[in-house]
């Protein structure tokens, strides 16, 4: 991973490729895309850029195939280089891409969304969504490179950061109290004033990330704890539709459940349910109120792809840094958590 400040790195990799493909969406490059080229690219590369539609519908095989036609259209072979450029719906595709045009052609990631700098963008996992669900067909396959370059989170909306905070304070509970007591600290508005704790906060949350990815690349063990917040988060996505809730913002809302589990099946102390809990408030107090019944989001957890033999898996957390992947049995716990979560976010974080 690269700054942008420190970009010899990221020079000496494109040194060896003869041209760059920039993949990105009108959004972005409208936005970032001269930044990207006069600032951050060196000058003397030979650069194409193909455009894909903003917004999750667009990782599709749509998509996908009409970026292959324009890469062979281009000429594009093994010795060049594709960049995505934008948030974590260009990074998955574009890296889908990248894995299978002529078996993989080299990869640099350059996100652009808090979301896709924290978490998208580190671990390998690339891929587009299925009729039958989301990032159903994908690749493992890791970029050579990810730069980014904190500057262009200035136009990104208070709803984006927001997620992408949820996602560090995550990194937080799972590793480290300052990064948490950071990050439920800062103004989910990107600026001057407070671009060094975010600077830090992406530091510290990638390096988390990719040292608990490094343990587990492709997914088989370990890496399940990433999920903390997202059994509860899932749930919500489903129950309140995708477009009400953000899937960060469905995950923030989850931890409260995560925690309160925690607490009644995890070993989670009261004392520290409760400390705990005040991180998730500045927050929670941006989230739209959850208007479904219980069983709405008790339902989705049945079909949760994480489910053995009939029970239920969540992530608990015993204190900051001891998550554990656990299966929960009791029904009554579970539902006891939902709605402790329920009133936690409608309440602001009064309970
Ligand atoms: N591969 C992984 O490990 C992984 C992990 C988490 C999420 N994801 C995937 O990431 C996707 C979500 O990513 P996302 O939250 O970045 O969403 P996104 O890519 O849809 O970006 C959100 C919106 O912000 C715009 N945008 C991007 N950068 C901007 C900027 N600097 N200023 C203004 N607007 C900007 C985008 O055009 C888009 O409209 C989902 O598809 C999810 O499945 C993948």
Do not use: C
């Amino acid at each position: 991973v690269v700054f942008s400040g420190f970009r010899g790195a990221l020079n000496q990799q494109l040194s060896k490729t003869a041209r760059v493909v920039i993949i990105s969406n009108g959004t972005v490059f409208a936005l970032h895309g001269q930044s990207l080229l006069k600032e951050i690219l060196p000058a003397n590369l030979q650069v194409e850029s193909l455009m894909i539609g903003d917004g999750e519908k667009y990782k599709s095989k749509n998509t996908v195939n009409s970026l292959y036609d324009h890469l062979f259209d281009l000429g594009i072979d093994r010795s060049d280089t594709i960049i995505a450029f934008g948030g974590g719906v260009v990074g998955d595709t574009a890296g889908y891409v990248a894995a299978t045009y002529k078996r993989g052609v080299n990869l640099v990631q350059v996100p652009t969304t808090l979301l896709s700098m924290v978490d998208s963008s580190v671990g390998g996992k690339t891929g587009i969504n299925h009729r039958l669900g989301k990032n159903l067909i994908g690749a493992f396959y890791h970029p050579g490179g990810v730069l980014i370059h904190p500057a262009w989170l200035t136009t990104l909306g208070r709803r984006e950061m927001i997620e992408g905070l949820a996602e560090i304070i995550k990194a937080g509970f799972l590793s480290s109290a300052a990064m948490l007591r950071t990050a439920s600290g800062l103004d989910p508005e990107y600026s001057q004033v407070n671009s060094q704790d975010y600077l830090r906060l992406i530091r510290s949350a990638i390096t988390f990330k990719a040292g608990v990815v490094a343990g587990d690349p492709y997914d088989k063990g370990r890496r399940a704890i990433l999920n903390f917040g997202h059994t509860f988060g899932h749930a919500i996505e489903k129950a309140e539709g995708y477009r009400r809730y953000h899937h960060g913002e469905a995950v923030l809302a989850g931890m409260v459940g995560a925690l309160h589990l925690s607490q009644k099946q995890g070993g989670l102390s009261k004392a520290l349910l409760g400390e705990y809990l005040e991180y998730l408030i500045p927050l929670i107090s941006h989230l739209k109120p959850l208007k479904k019944e219980v069983g709405d989001y008790i339902s989705p957890m049945a079909v949760d792809k994480k489910n053995k033999g009939g029970k239920r898996i969540f992530v608990l957390l015993k204190r900051i840094g001891r998550p554990e992947v656990r299966a929960v049995g009791s029904m009554a716990s579970i539902k006891e958590s939902v709605e402790f979560m329920i009133d936690f976010v409608n309440n602001r974080g009064k309970w």
